[in-house]
């Protein structure tokens, strides 16, 4: 399970530069738009689940510091893959507005990472 998830999260990677360059011609293009919207929230979808699935293996105390910060990362990676999957719609409602939409990872990413750090351990 883990290994075919790991080679998904290469083979995503992989293809990432595709709708990148289809993005740089065609960014008026909503396909396109959604395009680069779901492949990036398709590779973090895949990150978060490997980082949930080797949790326990790699911090087998959920207390640690390390797996706390592990635990902030994958809210962290979740937010992206809320707000990547969420611009597709938009996408075709209106092209502009999903790619300003993308710049609300900063809030989100910036708030999150500022509650993991503040939160006390478990």
């Known amino acids: 399970m883990i290994t075919r998830l790991v080679l998904l999260g290469l083979g995503l990677v992989a293809l990432l530069p595709f709708p990148t360059a289809l993005l740089a011609e065609y960014a008026s293009q909503p396909e396109t738009v959604a395009l680069y919207a779901g492949t990036l929230a398709a ?13 326990r293996q790699v911090h087998p105390s959920a207390a640690s510091s390390a797996a706390a910060a592990r635990r902030g990362f994958t809210a962290q990676l979740g937010s992206s893959v ?8 938009l996408a075709f409602v209106n092209t502009a507005a999903a790619m300003w939409f993308w710049i609300t990872l900063i809030p989100a990413h910036y708030i999150l990472g500022h509650y993991h750090r503040r939160r006390p351990e478990r």
């Open 82 to 89: 809320l707000i990547f999957g969420l611009s597709v719609p």
């Open 43 to 55: 590779i973090h979808a895949v990150h978060a689940t490997l980082l949930l699935l080797t949790q």
